[in-house]
């Protein structure tokens, strides 16, 4: 099991309850699709993603990029059990979505980016830290129920 | 992945723009990678102090820092101008590879910190390329 230290919790709970998840959300995945344009595979019924002005302002990604990053909620509501806490989502990402994995890290470095921007020199090597491991936890949870 | 025209015209012009605070990049680059990455450490150990503001550490970011912007020069012949620094990384420090890339993601999160508005997708993309192709131009000696 994952080991949170008070500090560790802490730092994670003020990040979060100081995001605009309408902002932050849209941009992330924006920046992903951008950044990392095989990406986009996973959206071809978002409509027009032929180039960073047409991503940038596409609604659906947008709503898709809110609903990711609210998904981040639950383990933040569950720190402890991170991995059970995303099984059925993980299942979902397996068998339904059929998202390679590997792809969870790209949308987690560019949402640490999106954060580091965000937040500026506030996002110090400490912070980054505990925000990357985070991220890493629940990336590795959401690639569990693979087979 | 190669560099295009258009990426390698993206790099240029924003490190022109950058480079004046290049010291401070490389430095908090350095910093960061040691701290959320504690495994790099292990090529430091002869370092007495690897705090984020220490001297072998900011001394460090510059030398990474200047490096780069000589790669950005000759961005044209990468493997060429890292001949030297390839054969000192393959045959002296035996890093592993698999750190540039540690250090490439920590030299993004600084720039989104230090330029937010300057650090556009395009320019996260066109400078993740140039990173990568810097890092496979350190690896050309290794075997």
């Not at chain 1, 991503?55 to 609903?67: D, L, M, Q, R, Y």
């Not at chain 1, 979505?97 to 980016?113: A, E, G, Q, R, Y």
């Not at chain 2, 503001?53 to 060429?80: C, E, F, Q, Y």
């Not at chain 2, 330029?115 to 990173?131: G, I, N, Q, R, Y």
Request: net charge positive.
């Amino acid at each position: 099991m994952v080991e949170w230290s008070e500090n560790e919790r802490s730092i994670i709970s003020n990040i979060f309850s100081n995001l605009d998840y309408n902002d932050i959300g849209p941009k992330a995945l924006v920046r992903c699709l951008i950044v990392y344009p095989w990406t986009q595979r996973y959206f071809t019924s978002f409509g027009n993603l032929y180039n960073a002005e047409a991503i940038s302002t596409n609604p659906k990604v947008a709503a898709h990029g809110i609903k990711v990053l609210h998904g981040l909620d639950r383990a933040l509501k569950n720190m402890d059990n991170i991995k059970a806490t995303y099984a059925e989502l993980s299942v979902l990402h397996s068998e339904k979505l059929h998202v390679d994995p590997d792809n969870f890290k790209l949308l987690s470095d560019c949402l640490t980016i999106v954060v580091a921007g965000k937040l500026g020199s506030a996002f110090t090597p400490e912070i980054q830290a505990t925000f990357q491991k985070f991220l890493a936890v629940v990336v590795s949870a959401l690639g569990k129920q693979y087979h | 992945m190669s560099l295009s025209a258009k990426d390698k015209e993206i790099v240029k012009a924003f490190w022109a723009k950058v480079s004046g605070r290049a010291d401070n990049i490389g430095g908090d680059a350095v910093a960061r990678m040691l701290t959320v990455y504690p495994q790099t450490k292990t090529y430091f150990s002869h370092w007495k102090d690897l705090s984020p503001s220490s001297a072998p550490v900011r001394k460090h970011g510059g030398m990474v820092a200047a490096t780069i912007t000589d790669a950005v020069n000759k961005i044209d012949d990468l493997a060429g101008s890292l001949l030297t620094l390839s054969e000192l990384h393959a045959f002296t420090l035996r890093v592993d590879p698999a750190n540039f890339k540690i250090l490439a993601q920590n030299i993004l999160v600084v720039l989104a910190t230090m330029f937010p508005v300057d650090f556009t997708s395009e320019v996260h993309m066109a400078l993740d390329k140039f990173l990568a192709a810097l890092a496979r131009a350190l690896s050309v000696k290794y075997r």
